[in-house]
């Protein structure tokens, strides 16, 4: 009568069999297989970071080329057509000095040059033109003068004073005669020398200048 209540508890008190080791090894064989085969995955913060870093760069790099191509002395010179004008207008007027039968021609020819100047310059302000400085020297209060040389005997000199310490002066104070400046101000269209011959021939013009780099 005890047959069927052992097959009863038999079956309840039956476990299933344990994995065997081989099987368990296999399964973390191939696991850490997947793991290892999986390509390495940057972090999309990583990502990020890159390339706002990239931008931050190319700005930077596109600022500071604008900057060279605008203020190199090369592109500063493209930009003085307006210097270039000026030049051909004395150009013009001292061959038809030279070129006058009498001193009423003369006279004309002056006085014609500085209209023409005055209406090429009718603000009578100068920027971003060049030369080269001709002399640099200091009066007994230590006012600089300069003579700055266009080419061609053509040459300006400051009108008012440039005082010691001031913007201008610190900027002289590491060039010497010969070095190439650049300069702006106002620009005075009749020329400053004493004869009539220098003025046509040789003349220098008198600025007040903004600034001299």
Known sequence: ???????????????????????????GTTAA??????????PRGDILKAAFFAVIVATVAGLTYSWWTSNSPTSRRFRTGEQDEILATLEKYRS?????????QGDAAEDQRS???????????????????????????????IKIDLG???????RDRIAKYSEIWKNLVSHRVGDEVFFGGRFFCR???LT??????????????DYIQ
């Not at 038999?10 to 090894?25: D, E």
């Not at 090429?120 to 200091?138: C, E, F, M, V, Y």
């Not at 061609?152 to 400051?158: A, E, I, K, S």
Request: aromatic residues 6%.
């Open 152 to 158: 061609q005997n053509y040459t300006l000199v400051n």
């Open 33 to 42: 297989h997947r793991r290892a085969s999986r390509p390495n995955q940057i």
């Open 196 to 209: 009539q011959s220098l003025r046509m021939s040789k003349p220098t013009f008198l600025v007040t200048f």
């Open 191 to 193: 020329a400053s020398n």
């Open 96 to 104: 038809a000095y030279q070129n006058a039968a009498n001193d009423l």
């Open 1 to 27: 009568m005890g047959g069927p209540k052992e097959g009863i508890a038999s079956q309840k008190t039956k476990k299933p069999a344990p994995a065997s080791s081989k099987n368990r090894g296999g399964a």
């Open 115 to 145: 209209r023409d100047i005055c209406q090429q310059l009718p603000s009578r302000s100068i920027n971003d033109w060049h030369g080269k400085i001709a002399s640099l020297d200091t009066d007994f209060l230590n006012n600089v003068h």
